[in-house]
């Protein structure tokens, strides 16, 4: 079955770029998703990107997704303290419709 | 901004006993999901419905499960007969449907159950 899997901690200083790598297995997925997630909060997209891309730039966030190894990544530049959460990578083969998520990374931003 | 909003926030409940947990969609959504994350765990679909009728569910979504949308505004989560391990926190999503639908889900906050 299908299979999404994250490293689970990252710890960077404020100001440093962060990457957090995510696996997959499902070589039909289309959409891969990060979901930031704060505690005691819900599922926050960050970003998606189709798997007909290889990169996605958004403010300070860049995806990178290599298909072929059904790998995919996230780069926060200049890391904030208000960054620290837990980050979940996802991936659905269908328009928005049944999500597998990773187990979800801790990032955690030293000041 | 419209948002996913899940009652309650937190509910505490015997073995054996039926919890219903409620959730209002953004308004003009079409799809409906539920999931659920035990502490510690990944966070796992249990279902979604489209045109008031489930359109996948998982193996976790049994016969003790089931979901309703009882007015066009709400969408519930009913479980039967809550066992210890249907302890965790449930979110509730939906998603559009519609021509500029880009699939993102919505995810609401949460409802975290305890079953003692």
């Known amino acids: 079955g299908e299979d999404v899997e994250q490293s689970l901690f990252l710890s960077v200083r404020e100001g440093d770029s962060s990457v957090i790598n995510c696996t997959y297995t499902d070589s039909s997925s289309t959409y891969l998703y990060w979901y930031k997630q704060e505690p005691g909060a819900g599922l926050q997209l960050l970003t998606y990107i189709f798997s007909n891309m290889d990169m996605k730039q958004d403010q300070r966030l860049t995806v990178l997704l290599n298909k072929k190894d059904k790998h995919l990544s996230l780069r926060i530049a200049d890391t904030q303290t208000g960054d620290s959460a837990i980050y979940f990578c996802a991936e659905s083969n269908r328009y928005g419709n049944k999500l597998v998520f990773g187990a979800g990374t801790i990032l955690r931003v030293k000041s | 901004e419209p948002e996913v909003t899940q009652t309650p926030s937190h509910q505490v409940t015997q073995m054996g006993q039926e919890v219903i947990l409620r959730c209002v969609p953004i308004?003009?959504?079409?799809?409906f999901y539920w999931y659920r994350q035990i502490l510690g765990q990944k966070v796992e679909f249990l279902v979604s419905?489209?045109?008031?009728?489930?359109?996948?569910k998982s193996e976790i979504f049994d016969d003790q499960f089931s979901v309703e949308r009882p007015d066009g505004s709400n969408f519930t989560l009913k479980i039967r007969s809550t066992k210890l391990e249907d302890s965790a926190m449930y979110f509730c999503a939906s998603s559009g449907g519609g021509v500029e639908n880009t699939g993102e889900l919505f995810f609401g906050e949460g409802s975290r159950l305890t079953v003692l």
């Open positions: 308004s003009n959504h079409l799809y």
């Open positions: 419905f489209y045109n008031n009728e489930i359109s996948e």
